[in-house]
């Protein structure tokens, strides 16, 4: 399993591939030659001591110092020295594989000057699975600076790596796997630590998971409908259409497909009319979900696929330019935008539990017991869910606009985008839990119904994915440790397990 960069072709499935299943990557042929050339424009440029930044200049404050030629190797070092300035804990292996094949495939425009030599090397590191440790706090979110120079640590020999699965020192690593440290020159340190790679890469994962999780959350709110007995005109294939919203019609129909050849698609003169919004929106504000990621994704892809140097080479012109594109305040308030639709999510979903509790809506047993008095099932529950929704809420908070002027006042605008990522990855988290308690009580009010009614017909997708679940969660007919329940809850979703139950039997 191989995938060829050439800076313009990184998909999200591709990423994934990389990050999370260990294919390898190679460079294309014309991603070598925009590298090639560009590098050789570096050392025309040197040639004639034209003061480019970051180039043969200082960085930051330190702009106005000249750096001259005999100083590069020394210079480029120093550089990625002072700015190893990350804090733990540490990124995932799959966080920094999907950091380096990002940075790599932006090399490939030509935009940077780097060493061909280095830009392959992020490949080495690749195909060897050698991962620099890199600790994920640092950034500010204009280029991550102080989490990328610890790729460049690692390239020239220093610091720790993860090299297939055991932690040693870069320099082992290298002896290990047959490498040369790398040895930089002009322009080489600031193309290595000046991106917002790392940002990129943590929010890139968090979204290809949350993509699964949509489905899966539309999943899980359809068991939930049919445990409670609920009406399906919200899921109205015209009147969906008619509101043109392409989240909102993308969750209906999913949901649409798994409750196909339910009982809740039969008239019932005890169902009420309308249900509690939680039920009656619930794949709406999915949808609202799924518009926010596909606003994500579109400029994600950007941010994956162009150069965000500073400064840049522009080959045609034969210069290189000070710019700004290293901003990235479209994405950073768009992953903004996601957090707070899953506080979204997670609020109705934590209602829809506590409505499958209340007999007045259900007709089945408070707190879904199997036997009142004796059983108190899922009443203390609720705390638990509530909790973890107000995390959610309170990591859902912006916090792209809380910065500082650095760098006697050079520095005065800032993301916090890898703080905003990794904050939303810990909402995915939590949500999971969420879902996964959805899951419980709508599970057991299925239960409840098919002990009641053995011939109860499910959905084609909702009762594959109620078999699944059962497989690990079993039915609540006394009380016990519920935290296992919830782990195992937690860990069904997590799986993809129902989700992939629910695509096979509609298949």
């Known amino acids: 399993m191989k995938v060829t960069l050439n800076g313009s072709n990184l998909t999200l499935d591709h990423l994934w591939r990389i990050a ?9 042929s014309d991603g070598l030659e925009r590298l090639e050339a560009s590098r050789r ?40 020295h002072s700015h190893t300035l990350g804090v733990g804990p540490e990124a995932s292996e799959a966080e920094v594989r999907a950091a380096m094949a990002i940075r ?5 425009n030509g935009n940077t000057g780097i060493q061909p030599a280095i830009a392959r090397r992020y490949a080495d590191f690749l195909n060897h699975r050698l991962h620099p440790v890199i600790p994920e706090r640092g950034s500010i979110g204009e280029g991550d600076i102080t989490e990328l120079s610890h790729i460049g640590l690692a ?148 941010q994956m696929n162009t150069s965000d140097d500073n400064p840049c080479m522009l080959l045609e012109e034969r210069r290189i330019i000070s710019c700004s594109n290293f901003e990235v ?30 007999p007045v ?37 912006p916090s792209s606009a809380d910065y500082f002027s650095l760098a006697g006042g050079m520095e005065d605008h800032a993301t916090n985008m890898p703080h905003v990522v990794q904050r939303l990855r810990r909402i995915v988290d939590n949500l999971k839990y969420v879902l996964g308690m959805e899951m419980i009580h709508a599970a057991q ?8 009614n053995p011939e109860l017909r499910l959905g084609r997708g909702t009762a594959a994915a109620y078999e699944e679940f059962r497989r690990t969660v079993p039915w609540y007919d006394r009380d016990r440790n519920l935290s296992a329940d919830i782990q195992s809850a937690y860990e069904v979703v997590r799986s993809g397990r129902m989700l992939e139950a629910a695509r096979r039997a509609l298949d």
């Not at 999370?20 to 294309?28: P, Y």
């Not at 790599?104 to 490939?108: A, G, P, Q, S």
């Not at 047959?178 to 968090?206: H, M, R, Y």
């Not at 445990?227 to 209906?252: D, H, Y």
């Open 329 to 358: 305040t479209t994405l950073a308030v768009g992953f903004e935008m996601l957090a707070i639709m899953l506080s979204h999510v997670s609020r109705t979903s934590c209602y829809r539990s506590i409505r499958l509790s209340n």
């Open 104 to 108: 790599l495939n932006c090399l490939l």
């Open 361 to 397: 809506l259900t007709k089945l047993p408070r707190f879904l017991t199997p036997e009142e008095i004796h059983v108190h099932a899922f009443g203390a529950l609720q705390k638990t869910f509530t909790a973890l929704d107000a995390e959610i809420r309170h990591l859902s908070n």
């Open 155 to 302: 390239m020239i020999g220093e610091g720790d790596v993860v090299y297939r699965g055991e932690r040693m020192s870069s320099a082992e690593a290298h002896r290990r796997a047959g490498l040369e440290t790398v040895v930089l020159g002009p322009k080489d340190g600031l193309a290595i630590v000046s991106s917002n790679a790392f940002a990129a890469a943590q929010g890139a994962l968090v979204l290809a998971d949350l993509f699964e999780l949509a489905d899966q959350a539309d999943l899980i709110y359809a068991v939930s409908l049919e445990g409670l007995n609920g009406n399906v005109s919200p899921l109205n294939e015209r009147s969906n259409a008619l509101r043109k919203l392409p989240g909102q019609i993308a969750s209906t129909a999913n949901v649409r497909r798994f409750v196909a050849g339910s009982f809740i698609e039969d008239p019932d003169p005890d169902r009420p009319v309308q249900d509690p919004v939680s039920f009656r929106a619930g794949a709406y504000v999915h949808g609202s979900l799924r518009d926010a990621m596909e606003y994500v994704h579109r400029y994600l892809l950007i």
């Open 445 to 452: 009010a299925l239960t409840l119904r098919l002990n009641g």
């Open 41 to 80: 424009l570096v050392y025309d440029l040197a040639e004639s001591d034209v003061p480019v930044y970051g180039f043969n200049t200082g960085v930051g404050w330190n702009k106005d110092r000249h750096i001259a030629s005999e100083y590069f190797k020394a210079y480029n070092e120093n550089l990625v």
């Open 20 to 28: 999370c299943e260990g294919a390898e990557v190679e460079i294309s």
